[in-house]
């Protein structure tokens, strides 16, 4: 009999501890539902890797957006939110993304330059000797004041070389030059040891002295003229003269 | 205003060392005795020597001859300039003279030139006429102070009636004031600026008056043209000039207007410099690797090298006053900066610190170099270089150009008082001068691009 009882006293307690605070909660009027969050806006990038190739060559178009529902790329039409794809222009092309989402809209391009074939692998019928060698054999470049070759300028020493091996009757002259500060004597003197540097880089590899003439121009004979970092640049150099 | 003038000094050989040790103090005042070089150069009174007040009406027509006022404006100006720019005199300004001017000693009252305004202590004066095709001036030198013996110097000059006939008498008589006032060292109103100009579409070399008048084309070589370097007696110009064979120095006669022969040596040749007695020249030259410093005969005999540096060295220039060392600029330690050697290739010392240091021109008395210099390089640095004064015993130095621009190769009259120099201030290549304190700065040059400037040695 006890046991009942406090079995259904425990009961009517919890009852009434339900009711109680279903009483509490009713008491209070619920909260309006909060309104929707609004939409995020969308984003883009697109991205072409190489971004120059030659005529024939392709490139990987990669692209990736958020918060889109319609994604469409210039040239090309609708496209998932997120992807890669070959292309193979035949022309220089901006590749143009615009995302569209219930947030707004994104948009975003990337530029691909198409070159014409290299030379070497392609000359046409009419291509001569200098201009092969225009083509191939890239010009060296300094730091200011330097007459030492740039370690990242050896990739070009090499690939001159290799051109200049595969011609061995073609002779040339390395120029010596220098940008628009300071003196015009030291500059001349400057150019004379940049020109004999480049020459001493070709001849250690086994390229034949006398194939080679240098000359300093000093500041004399500028690429360019602004007074800019940039322009300075493009100055401080060895270049190369096919010689006729 | 109570103005107390020294008794002019009695011209002897007194008087001259008194004044070339009055020049030492005035620029050995520039270098503080405290190891820090001045920045700046103090002027005007401070420096210890006074310049006489001297006064200069213009010359009055002699007779009423129609020629006369051409030429009378040609000589009044060119003697005008000639003392202003002379550094030893301080011109008393027209604006204070009497309407009435002398022409001559009678007319001369000197009651009204030694007081104010004009307050003059020497006064110039005199009288040019033409006469049956003849230019004749006469001109006098008046202390007028000393009114019982007033008379310093009374010269008569006859030439042609021509203007460039009476410019060349107003240098003359300009030149004896000069002398006579300037303590026994000689004017340089008859010397000429050696210069590279590319006025006539490509880079050849020029002579000029000391003031930039008769500028005239001396090579026709046609390609690129530099460094010119005239000889002590006058005779020749070496210059250094891209033939086919490469960069030259080539040999060009004043006396024949041509070309004379030397030798060609190989490599690349660069910046000739005489010897104070001629008979040598040094010069940079690539023909044994990379560019160093050679001398050899004026013939080009004796071609050898006096030093041996790893950089290219370049721009040698020698000892004027003694012809037994040479200043030169070296890349040795990467920035190139200006070193001395002997002439025999020893005793090679370092004189600049710092930046980046060139075109060496040692002064007439041996004492000084100045030099163009960047004093503080960094990476991306725009290059404004400036003109220094340094002492050449203790390597202190003074800023003379302060203005911006490129200032770059200095070279020293033969008085030791002016340098003249290139500079782009006006926004493009031009040669200007200046007394050695950094004062009287004035344009020489206005066509084309003018660079490169070489004062004759005398």
């Known amino acids: ?244 | 205003m109570n103005d107390t003038h020294r008794p002019v000094p009695h011209f002897t050989i007194g008087a001259r060392l008194l004044s070339a040790l009055s020049l030492l103090i005035l620029l050995g005042s520039l270098f503080p005795s405290t190891s820090f070089a001045q920045d700046w150069v103090r002027t005007g009174s401070g420096l210890g020597v006074e310049k006489v007040h001297l006064a200069v009406p213009d010359f009055k027509p002699s007779n009423s001859d129609p020629q006369n006022d051409a030429l009378l404006k040609a000589f009044n100006d060119t003697l005008w300039n000639d003392l202003d720019n002379s550094g030893v005199v301080e011109l008393v300004s027209k604006s204070f003279y009497p309407l009435q001017a002398p022409g001559q000693p009678p007319e001369v009252t000197f009651g009204v030139w030694n007081s104010p305004p004009p307050n003059a202590a020497m006064l110039a004066f005199g009288n040019l006429g033409v006469a049956a095709g003849k230019l004749t001036v006469q001109g006098w030198l008046y202390d007028v102070k000393n009114t019982a013996s007033p008379e310093v110097l009374g010269k008569q000059y006859t030439d042609v009636a021509t203007s460039d006939a009476a410019r060349l008498i107003a240098h003359k008589f300009a030149d004896e004031i000069i002398f006579r006032l300037g303590g026994g060292i000689p004017g340089i109103t008859e010397s000429k600026i050696y210069f590279v100009s590319d006025r006539s579409g490509n880079k050849e070399i020029w002579v000029m008056d000391y003031d930039g008048s008769n500028q005239r084309q001396l090579t026709h070589q046609g390609s690129v043209s530099l460094s010119p370097r005239v000889s002590p007696d006058g005779s020749r110009l070496a210059f250094s000039s891209l033939t086919k064979a490469g960069w030259d120095i080539l040999m060009f006669s004043l006396d024949l207007n041509r070309l004379v022969s030397f030798p060609r040596f190989g490599g690349t040749n660069l910046s000739p410099a005489w010897s104070p007695d001629g008979a040598r020249l040094a010069l940079s030259s690539s023909r044994g690797g990379n560019s160093q410093i050679y001398l050899c005969d004026v013939s080009g005999a004796n071609l050898h090298r006096i030093t041996s540096n790893k950089g290219p060295d370049v721009g040698p220039v020698w000892n004027r006053k003694t012809g037994a060392q040479i200043a030169f600029v070296s890349g040795d330690t990467g920035l190139p900066q200006v070193y001395t050697i002997e002439a025999d290739g020893t005793n090679q010392q370092r004189m600049t610190d710092q930046g980046y240091a060139v075109s060496p021109s040692w002064s007439p008395n041996g004492q000084f170099l100045t030099l163009a210099w960047i004093r503080k390089y960094g990476p991306g640095e725009p290059g404004s270089s400036d003109i220094y004064l340094m002492d050449i015993a203790s390597k202190q130095w003074v800023q003379l150009t302060h203005d911006g621009g490129r200032n770059d190769y200095p070279s020293w009259a033969p008085d030791g008082r002016h340098i003249v120099f290139q500079s782009s201030r006006s926004g493009k290549e031009e040669i200007w001068m200046m007394l050695a304190d950094g004062t009287k700065l004035h344009q020489l040059t206005f066509t084309g691009r003018n660079t490169q400037p070489n004062w004759s040695w005398k």
């Open chain 1, 1 to 244: 009999m006890k046991h009942q009882t406090w079995k259904a006293l425990a009961t009517v307690i919890a009852l009434a501890g339900i009711l109680m605070l279903g009483a509490c909660h009713k008491k209070a009027a619920p909260p309006p539902p909060p309104p929707p969050p609004p939409s995020a806006a969308p984003t883009a990038s697109i991205s072409v890797s190489p971004d120059t190739i030659a005529q024939g060559q392709s490139a990987t178009l990669t692209w990736q957006t958020s918060n889109a529902t319609d994604v469409s790329i210039d040239g090309i039409g609708a496209v998932q939110p997120s992807g890669t794809q070959q292309v193979t222009p035949t022309d220089s092309i901006t590749y143009h993304l615009v995302a569209k989402g219930s947030g707004g809209n994104q948009e975003a391009s990337t530029r691909l330059t198409v070159t014409p074939p290299p030379g070497a692998e392609a000359a046409p019928p009419s291509s001569t000797e200098e201009d092969l060698f225009g083509h191939n054999v890239k010009d060296v470049y300094f730091d200011y004041d330097r007459y030492d070759i740039r370690s990242d300028q050896q990739a070009s020493i090499q690939a001159d070389m290799l051109f200049l091996n595969q011609h061995p009757n073609i002779n040339f002259t390395v120029e010596g030059h220098c940008d628009s500060r300071g003196s015009t004597e030291y500059n001349l003197a400057l150019g004379d040891q940049r020109a004999s540097a480049v020459k001493s880089a070709l001849t250690t590899a086994g390229i034949n002295p006398n194939r080679i003439k240098t000359i300093s121009y000093g500041k004399e004979k500028p690429f360019c003229l602004e007074e800019s970092e940039g322009c300075w640049r493009q100055n401080r150099r060895g270049h190369f003269v096919y010689q006729k």
